[in-house]
C-alpha cells in the first residue's frame, strides 16, 4: 500500500480539524477539532516513517511521547473548561475575555 | 479473477470510517456523541498504524489515547451536566466499535507471524527511548503525573 494514500487520509483529517476548530465556539468542541488534528498529525509522522526502516524506531519513539503529552493535554483543557463551566456557567469561549486578574 | 488485497480493504474501510468518525466529531450535535466518535477515530488510526507496521504504536494508542485521553473527556462531561441521551442508533454504533476492536487487534496479533515490509520491533523502540530520548521520556510522565493531580483535585470538587 503506497504512502502516498495515508498522506491523503491525513491532509483531509486536517481540514476537517481545522473545520471544527474554526467554526465551533465551544471549549470542548474545539478540543475535540484539536484531537482530530493531532490524529492527523500522527498519521503523518508515522507514514512518514515507515518509508524507511531507519527512520522507523526514532517515528515510534516521537509518537509514543506525542500520545503521552497528548493525553496530558486533554486533562489541561477539560480541568480548564470545567473550572470556565463552574465560574460562568457556559463554554463558550467568547466569555474567556472577561477572565481577568 | 484475482482476489483484492486484504490490507487494502482494510485500509479503505479504516479511511472511510475515519472520515465519517472525524466528520462527526465536528458536526453532531450532542458533545457526548463526538467524543465517542473521536474514540471511534482513534480505533481507526489504531488499525492504520498497524498497517505501516507500528503494531506496539497501534497498541499505546488504543490504550493511552482511546482507553485514557477520551474516556476522561466523556466522563468530564457528566461533569458538566451534559447527560447523554440514549438514541436509537446507539446499539448499532456500540456493535460497530466492538467489531472495529477486535479487527485492529486480530491485524495486530496476526501481522506478528507475518513479513511485512517494514516492522517496529518492541527491543528497537524501548532502546531508542531510553538511549536517545530520556528526557522527552522523563517530560511525558511528568506531564502523565501533572494530569493525574488535575483528576484528583477536580474530584473532590473543592476548587
Do not use: C
Not at chain 2, 504504536?57 to 485521553?69: E, K
Not at chain 2, 473527556?73 to 476492536?101: D, N, Y
Request: hydrophobic share 60%; glycine share 6%; charged share 10%.
Amino acid at each position: 500500500m503506497e504512502v502516498y494514500y495515508y498522506l491523503i487520509l491525513s491532509a483531509v483529517l486536517l481540514s476537517i480539524g481545522i473545520y471544527g476548530i474554526v467554526s465551533k465556539r465551544n471549549v470542548i468542541r474545539m478540543l475535540l477539532s484539536a484531537e482530530v488534528i493531532f490524529n492527523a498529525a500522527l498519521l503523518s509522522l508515522l507514514s512518514l516513517a515507515s518509508l524507511d526502516s531507519g527512520y522507523g524506531p526514532v517515528g515510534g519513539a516521537l509518537a509514543v511521547i506525542a500520545i503521552s503529552l497528548s493525553a496530558a493535554e486533554v486533562g489541561v483543557i477539560v480541568s480548564l473548561a470545567i473550572l470556565m463551566f463552574r465560574m460562568r456557567g457556559t463554554l463558550d469561549t467568547y466569555e474567556l475575555r472577561r477572565f481577568r486578574g | 479473477m484475482s482476489l483484492p488485497d486484504p490490507d487494502v480493504l482494510i485500509f479503505l474501510a479504516s479511511a472511510v470510517l475515519a472520515l465519517v468518525s472525524s466528520a462527526l466529531v465536528i458536526l453532531h450535535r450532542s458533545i457526548v456523541y463526538s467524543a465517542f466518535f473521536l474514540s471511534i477515530v482513534g480505533i481507526a488510526n489504531a488499525i492504520l498504524f498497524s498497517l505501516l507496521g507500528f503494531p506496539i504504536i497501534a497498541l499505546f494508542h488504543l490504550i493511552v489515547y482511546v482507553g485514557a485521553a477520551v474516556t476522561f473527556i466523556l466522563f468530564s462531561l457528566v461533569m458538566m451536566r451534559e447527560v447523554p441521551t440514549v438514541e436509537p442508533g446507539l446499539k448499532v454504533v456500540t456493535f460497530s466499535a466492538f467489531i472495529l476492536t477486535v479487527l485492529v487487534l486480530s491485524r495486530i496479533f496476526l501481522s506478528v507471524g507475518a513479513q511485512p515490509s517494514f516492522y517496529l520491533e518492541y527491543k528497537g523502540l524501548t532502546s531508542i527511548l531510553i538511549e536517545k530520548y530520556w528526557f522527552a521520556l522523563i517530560v511525558a510522565s511528568l506531564a502523565l503525573a501533572t494530569t493525574l493531580i488535575e483528576a484528583i483535585t477536580l474530584a473532590r470538587r473543592e476548587v
